[in-house]
């Protein structure tokens, strides 16, 4: 059966009729969960499957953004809290293996946990790289400020998910650590060079263009497209996203309801689309704008099918774990930074 090209959010805890109905008929190739989604195990667990019976993929990816720090849809009481990004880095300095066990350790715990709920794909890594005066949106999250650091690193935790059986989604192509702004309030402009930006931003993502999924930023490059963030940029898709950064896999954008992006929802949607990426991400659960992304996304066919289907056959079956010993040697290793998770 086919699937249209677009990822949904949902208003609650579980599915009202009417969202029921529009995803028996629009048929979206994932969803994704946010903390008003969220109560207990035994819910999430209900809703992801409910999810996946009402439109009849009983395979659809279900997301999630779970970082750990800061960005953690999932929480105590229920699950345990996970270090930020620069938990990593700080131990990375103090000895690179120790950074990239500690990666691992908490990547592959985060999967444990989603896995136990259905959940299949995680909004992560993250290769931004962030400079000094930067807006603090992604701050501590990132894994440090040099891109063999951050490439590194951004491995170590893509592999900790994919060992969990859970699929990465690098974020956020082709780089938002230079952004001046949240752009889940406004557009950042970025004013950097092609040559710096090749040289830093691009940089970290090239390791990991092999990655099954990735998402975009919602960031101008003055450089490249003065008038296009690279979500709604054929040129900087086609050119430095799927060019000199060489990724190939299947690309969403970040969410359409953010507002960066100019327009309606119905007109950004078209602008996603026609730009090259094969998803349009829509996060806010709010019926109206559901329907309206459904209205102008294709189903899926062609290169974006191809890339939707080799993302999905990338899972893996969990390795074998010992979940307690590995929260017992992640909570050592992030005692030596004396930080806490």
């Known amino acids: 059966m086919s699937t249209r090209a677009f990822i949904t959010g949902i208003s609650g805890l579980e599915l009202t009729a009417d969202e029921r109905a529009f995803l028996r008929a629009e048929r979206p190739w994932g969803f994704i969960l946010f903390k008003r989604n969220i109560d207990n195990p035994a819910q999430v667990a209900a809703l992801v499957e409910e999810l996946r019976e009402t439109t009849g993929d009983l395979g659809a990816p279900v997301l999630i953004d779970q970082e750990g720090g800061r960005v953690q849809r999932l929480g105590p009481p229920h699950w345990p809290v996970y270090p930020p990004g620069a938990v990593f880095s700080a ?22 946990d989603l896995i136990d709920l259905g959940i299949t794909v995680d909004c992560l890594p993250l290769a931004d790289v962030p400079v000094e005066g930067a807006d603090a949106v992604i701050g501590n999250r990132a894994y440090g400020t040099t891109p063999a650091k951050v490439a590194a690193i951004a491995r170590a935790v893509t592999d900790g998910l994919a060992d969990g059986g859970v699929l ?65 940029s054929a040129t900087i898709i086609n050119e430095v996203i799927r060019g000199s950064i060489g990724f190939q896999g299947l690309l969403m954008s970040d969410d359409v309801s953010m507002n960066a992006l100019a327009g309606s929802i119905a007109e950004r949607t078209r602008a996603i689309v026609s730009a090259g990426c094969d998803v349009v991400l829509h996060c806010n659960g709010q019926l109206d704008e559901m329907r309206a ?49």
């Open 91 to 112: 131990l990375y300095d103090i000895q690179p293996d120790l950074g990239l066990r500690a990666a691992w350790l908490s990547s592959r715990l985060i999967a444990a």
């Open 168 to 232: 990465p989604v690098l974020k956020h192509i082709p780089g938002h650590g230079r952004a001046n702004a949240d752009s889940h309030h406004k557009l950042p402009i970025v004013d950097s060079s092609k040559s710096e930006l090749e040289a830093s931003d691009f940089e970290a993502f090239r390791p990991l263009a092999d990655l099954p999924m990735a998402m975009t930023a919602h960031v101008v490059f003055n450089a490249l497209d003065a008038t296009q963030p690279a979500t709604t």
């Open 293 to 341: 992304v459904a209205a102008e996304t294709p189903l899926l066919k062609g290169k974006a099918d191809e890339r939707a289907r080799a993302a999905i056959a990338a899972r893996q079956q969990p390795k074998p774990f010992d979940r307690v010993a590995g929260r017992a040697e992640l909570d050592q290793l992030i005692a030596r930074t004396g930080a806490s998770a």
